[in-house]
T-cell receptor, first 111, second 114 residues
């Protein structure tokens, strides 16, 4: 059973608009969450993270929101740019060094 | 330049022929890990290492071996590859410590076992 789920395999957004990527998890022991971005033929690169003691973390155009009661987090990208087109992975950890990953969402930014 | 390197980037082999995928990092990271990525499944951890001579199984260790004799290197060994090990493999490294989960990834190795 997948503990971290990204239910949208792909998402298409107009350039300049907001992109919202969603992630759900089932393990209440997860206390740290991360988003990674992956371009084709490259390894994932770290984007932004959030601890379970917070409900929001912001870094430039990227904001991650955490709703612990719903076991849901989301990544907001505002405004979306063509270079944001990539696969985005959500990952979670339960106070150890193991990350549990979602299947990824392919974001396509349309000009 | 801080980086994680993997070799080879692409490999096609036959069932049962032993192979090694190398991984090296130049950031003096204690923690290293191997993942495989399969369609619809995200990244799954194969093995990880907290430091030299310290390794442990991840979620999908069957059919794989690792060693950590030096801090910078963490090779992945497939003693007898099978077609179900056809996948995209990533090596990653990070520092240790609470919330040091920001992992740096290599470019990936695409393995095909026929």
């Amino acid at each position: 059973d997948q503990q971290v789920k990204q239910n949208s395999p792909s998402l298409s957004v107009q350039e300049g608009r907001i992109s919202i990527l969603n992630c759900d998890y089932t393990n209440s022991m997860f206390d740290y969450f991360l988003w990674y971005k992956k371009y084709p033929a490259e390894g994932p690169t770290f984007l932004i993270s959030i601890s379970s003691i917070k409900d929001k973390n912001e870094d430039g155009r990227f904001t991650v929101f955490l709703n612990k009661s719903a076991k849901h987090l989301s990544l907001h990208i505002v405004p979306s740019q063509p270079g944001d087109s990539a696969v985005y992975f959500c990952a979670a950890s339960a106070s150890n060094y193991q990350l549990i990953w979602g299947a990824g969402t392919k974001l396509i930014i349309k000009p | 330049e801080a980086q994680v390197t993997q070799n080879p980037r692409y490999l096609i082999t036959v069932t049962g022929k032993k192979l090694t995928v190398t991984c090296s990092q130049n950031m003096n990271h204690e923690y290293m890990s191997w993942y495989r990525q399969d369609p619809g499944l995200g990244l799954r951890q194969i093995y990880y290492s907290m430091n030299v001579e310290v390794t442990d199984k991840g979620d999908v260790p069957e059919g794989y071996k690792v060693s950590r004799k030096e801090k910078r290197n963490f090779p992945l060994i497939l003693e007898s590859p099978s077609p179900n090990q056809t996948s995209l493999y990533f090596c990653a490294s990070s520092t240790r410590g609470r919330f040091s989960y920001e992992q740096y990834f290599g470019p990936g190795t695409r393995l095909t076992v026929t």
